[in-house]
């Protein structure tokens, strides 16, 4: 009985596979893949040219939040890793976690151990774990072994005394070195951050990555939300879920739609939960997708994070953000909370 309910009604199925897509980077970043202009193409092209031709490498991916920079810097590097399995070895440290020097040095330190099963010491200092490091990238050097050095929010790396990427570019001035180092950052201009020592190693290759344009969002949509013809889905109800799909985007009413919504965020990142919250609002019973579904998802995201997050907020913390807010505009940028209180007595 239940099989054949699942029959006659596939939209339980449709939905699923739609969620699955949707939670997929690869599946919505992999067409790039089929142009040599776009950011995947070139990034791709640094770094398997510095696997073949054992050169060093440095490059940028600059971008606003949701871009998709790190979402493709994946896509490649398991491409590569799947392209030259035994050539490549991937280092991971991101600015939040890892912004301090000693940490970072160390971080990496633990993961070459790992990555070529050797014992590490937690008590070495920065100066070993450097040492250390030169002599890996040597070793790997001489092995034809590039090792990719990735650092998420890179800003952050760029503050302080920038010991460690003075010493990770300096190292990779020597000849028997292979390895690229990946910066990813939402700030434009955290090139500007560095030091000129550090500057000057750098070999400033940047790709911008750039919220889609209106005609690039309409066919990254239906690439996403189109029923493939070769699944396991009844053909008639692919063939009319895809028959409505392209009326929807094709009506007036969904144009102004999207004018609305790429008003206030366009990135990948936030198009992605844009339609996986209209594909949850599909009615099952009905089936298919409907621009009432993308109406409602839209509605649902222009609320103010700001005004919820005090929503359930007590009087006396309110009573609070208010005095710190009278402090803001008195320009008092720091304070502590006696002061805080001894504003909050004029409320009361």
């Known amino acids: 009985m239940g099989k054949e309910k699942q029959k006659s009604n596939p939209s339980g199925k449709a939905l699923n596979l739609l969620r699955t897509r949707l939670s997929n980077p690869n599946f919505f970043f992999k067409p790039l893949s089929d142009s040599p202009d776009t950011n995947y193409s070139k990034l791709k092209f640094i770094i398997s040219s510095s696997v073949t031709e054992a050169c060093n490498n440095s490059i940028l991916l600059l971008g606003p939040r949701g871009s998709g920079k790190v979402a493709v810097l994946e896509l490649v590097l398991c491409d590569l890793l799947e392209q030259y399995p035994e ?67 890179f800003d952050y790396f760029a503050q302080g005394k920038q010991r460690l990427l003075y ?41 911008l990555f750039l919220p889609p ?6 066919r990254f949509m239906e690439h996403i939300l189109s029923l493939p013809v070769d699944s396991s ?11 409505r799909l392209k009326k929807i985007l ?13 008003s206030f965020n366009s990135t990948i990142g936030h198009l992605v939960r844009f339609l996986f919250r209209a594909v949850s609002y599909m ?33 006396l913390e309110l009573y609070l953000l208010v005095c710190m807010k009278r402090l803001e505009v008195k320009e008092q940028n720091s304070y502590n909370f006696n002061s805080v209180m001894t504003g909050s007595f004029h409320l009361f």
């Open 167 to 207: 010493s990770l570019l300096d190292a990779m001035q020597s000849v028997t070195s292979q390895a690229v180092v990946i910066g990813v950052s939402c700030r434009l201009d955290v090139d500007q951050l560095l030091e000129k020592r550090v500057r000057s190693r750098f070999s400033h290759r940047k790709l």
């Open 250 to 262: 094709s009506d007036e009413r969904f144009k102004e739609l999207i004018n609305t919504y790429l």
């Open 87 to 153: 050539g490549i070895s991937v280092i991971k440290l991101n600015g939040l976690l890892h912004g301090d020097d000693n940490c970072a040095l160390k971080e990496i330190a633990r993961q070459l151990c790992m990555e070529h099963q050797l014992l590490f010491s937690k008590v070495a200092s920065f100066d070993d774990n450097s040492q250390f490091m030169i002599a890996m990238l040597r070793e790997c050097g001489l092995a034809h072994k590039t090792i990719i050095f990735v650092l998420d929010e």
């Open 213 to 218: 344009s209106k005609e690039d969002t309409e």
């Open 233 to 243: 889905l009844p053909h008639n109800y692919i063939v009319e879920f895809n028959g």
């Open 283 to 315: 009615d099952l019973d009905v089936g298919f997708l409907s621009l009432e579904n993308l109406r409602t998802a839209l509605s649902s995201m222009q609320r103010q994070p700001k005004l919820e997050c005090i929503r359930d907020c007590s009087l």
